[in-house]
């Protein structure tokens, strides 16, 4: 709640407001930082996606450029974006979308046409696609087209340092997801299968607000736990068990990414409370180092040093090295318009939004006692870098052994 009130004022002050609706604002100012960071004379091309069938005659989910949605805030495929550091015949952004076909939109639904884009990019220069060779001749000698991969670094800066609205969108998607978790945390029993437990969870994110999934949901009992990305989902799970759910809503094409790990029947047993607070010591500790200025891999030194110290202490491992064994991922990526968004991992900056996910698995077969096996544990929170430190944006959902365990009991 206070996360959420920081947000809102932050926007205010910046912006006046904070809709729930990126405006042609935004995207006005997104294509004036990204030209502010081009050489001069130069310009860049970004194109949208264009559908992928999935057999005979529909397709995948159209899942767009997250680069050209930044951008121009469009949402369908086949368009393409001219960005120009100085203008061209009096513009500096040109637009080039599908035409409108009445008889096509009957089957697949109206599409935004020249008017409706100009509306939502906040660009003058809207044209159709037919029309790009127009502009290909206007563009004399003295301009040089930027390499792609330079177009890519230069968004992977801008994007990496969220606006307040798109840090506003983002704590939408992460409360959408944190209801779904909660109901889960309050029905799970015995028998239940994973893909009702999936079924659930999605049903929150989209009744509470949101419009789909961030990534294939994450639902894994007892053995399933310890496949770090188990998509299946089918397995009943057992008494005794932990279920590991790894799963985030999309609100606006703003990410969320949570992980909690839950006992089966509400009842953590001694060596799975073991592994627990030690996960949740380690991401504790590296969370509590989260700040402007830290190098990108500090979450996760400080995670591996926890992890490795505690497994060395229960006897799982001998030496400190073999924690790899049982902790073999990164700790930390960006999140953003993508679940594993871009960002150069040099040095945390105000504005960044990170994953903390450290995690512990261990699988039947391993070398260690077999007490151990088949526990699998990770917890994975969403910060927000601020100037004196950081927000948990998912603090809203329990992390504590004994809440989850008194949750599950109401």
Not at 64 to 88: A, C, K, M, R
Not at 91 to 102: E, G, I, K
Not at 193 to 201: D, K, R, T, V, W
Not at 254 to 280: H, M, S, W
């Amino acid at each position: 709640m206070k996360a959420c009130l920081f947000f809102f004022l932050l926007g205010f002050q910046l912006y006046g407001q904070v809709t729930t609706q990126l405006e042609p604002s935004f995207f006005n100012g997104r294509r004036d930082a990204f030209r502010a960071l081009m050489p001069k004379n130069s310009y860049a091309v970004i194109h949208a996606n264009t559908p992928v069938k999935r057999a005979n005659d529909f397709d995948y989910p159209f899942f767009q450029n997250p680069n050209y949605y930044y951008l121009t805030g469009i949402d369908e495929p086949n368009g393409v974006l001219f960005i120009f550091s100085t203008p061209l015949d009096g513009s500096l952004d040109y637009l080039f979308v599908s035409a409108r076909d009445p008889k096509k939109e009957m089957w697949t639904g109206r599409i935004l046409g020249m008017d409706s884009a100009r509306a939502v990019a906040g660009i003058t220069k809207v044209s159709t696609k037919d029309s790009l060779i127009v502009l290909q001749k206007m563009i004399s000698k003295s301009y040089f087209c930027l390499d792609s991969a330079l177009v890519i670094n230069y968004l992977a800066r801008l994007r990496s340092v969220k606006t307040p609205q798109e840090i506003y969108l983002i704590q939408q998607s992460i409360d959408y997801s944190i209801d779904g978790h909660l109901a889960v945390m309050n029905k799970i029993h015995p028998d239940m299968a994973e893909y009702e437990a999936q079924a659930l969870i999605e049903y929150n994110f989209k009744y509470h607000g949101a419009e789909t999934v961030a990534y294939g949901s994450i639902v894994a009992s007892g053995p399933n736990a310890c496949t770090l990305h188990y998509d299946k989902n089918i397995r009943t799970m057992k008494d005794g068990e932990l279920l590991l759910m790894d799963c985030g809503a999309e609100y606006h094409h703003y990410c969320a990414d949570i992980t909690r790990t839950i006992p089966v029947n509400g009842k953590f047993n001694p060596e799975q409370l073991a592994i627990y607070n030690l996960v949740l010591a380690a991401q504790d500790s590296a969370i509590a180092v989260c700040q402007p200025g830290i190098e990108f891999a500090s979450t996760a030194n400080m995670a591996r040093r926890i992890i490795a110290s505690g497994l060395k202490q229960l006897g799982i491992i001998e030496s400190f090295a073999e924690y790899k064994k049982y902790f073999m991922h990164g700790t930390s990526h960006f999140m953003g318009l993508e679940v594993h968004d871009v960002g150069e991992k040099a040095l945390l900056e105000v504005g960044n939004v990170i994953t903390v996910e450290p995690g512990i698995y261990i699988p039947a077969g391993s070398p260690c006692d077999p007490k151990w096996w088949n526990i699998g544990v990770r917890l994975e929170d969403d910060i927000l870098i601020t100037p004196t430190g950081h927000i948990n944006m998912s603090s809203r959902l329990p992390r504590a052994a004994d809440t989850i365990e008194l949750l599950h009991q109401h």
